[in-house]
């Protein structure tokens, strides 16, 4: 789950543990220790304004983003896993991930936002590939503004855009985001 929380960018301790309410800091503290001393993740301090200490994935750690979208895909496989829990930004764009038919990308080029809360992330479509990665853009082509249980409401159960669209707000080329959401399996 930490792997999973820092798959899109770093994280400070505070972020991990909001992320990942159910475990207590000792344990934490623990799991961070180990996926640090076994060269998954490693722990830096960013420059000035901020001057925070952040966890991340190491190259080496970040090979597991595979491994955690086929798990979603696997875990999607069975109809006795009802997903009724409300799940946080990083296990939503994670779910995007694993919820993806790169081929019915096709040749779409873009880039689009999407703001779960005050969780941000930039969604890089480009020759059947996405990549997300936390953060805003100074340009993009789509920007999709929501809470996460709405976002789930899209991605994970298929309620149809017009069904949310006084949960949502999207800017700039709805297409976009059309067609995102018509590479979803």
């Known amino acids: 789950m930490i792997v999973r929380e820092l798959l899109f960018g770093p994280k400070r301790y505070s972020d991990l543990q909001s992320g990942l309410p159910n475990a207590s800091p000792t344990v934490l503290s623990q799991r961070l220790r ?21 966890y991340e994935l190491t190259d080496w750690g970040r090979q597991l983003e595979p491994v955690l979208v086929h798990l ?16 946080g930004a990083d296990s939503l764009m994670l779910a995007l991930r694993s919820h993806l038919d790169s081929a019915r990308l096709g040749d779409l080029h873009a880039t689009l936002v ?27 082509d789509a920007a999709l503004r929501t809470d996460p249980a ?10 149809p855009v017009a069904e949310l669209s006084d949960r949502l707000s999207v800017e700039g080329d709805r297409g976009v985001l059309d067609r995102l959401i018509k590479a979803l399996g």
Do not use: C, N
């Open 150 to 159: 709405t976002f789930k409401a899209l991605l994970i159960d298929g309620i």
């Open 114 to 140: 999407v703001a779960l809360g005050e969780d941000v992330f930039t969604l890089h479509i480009a020759q059947g590939e996405l990549a997300v990665v936390r953060d805003e853009p100074p340009g993009w």
């Open 72 to 87: 979603g895909r696997w875990g999607r496989a069975t109809s006795a896993v009802q997903t009724t829990m409300a799940l």
């Open 34 to 54: 180990d996926l640090d001393s076994g060269g998954v993740i490693q722990r830096r301090k960013l420059g000035a304004p901020v001057r925070a200490w952040v």
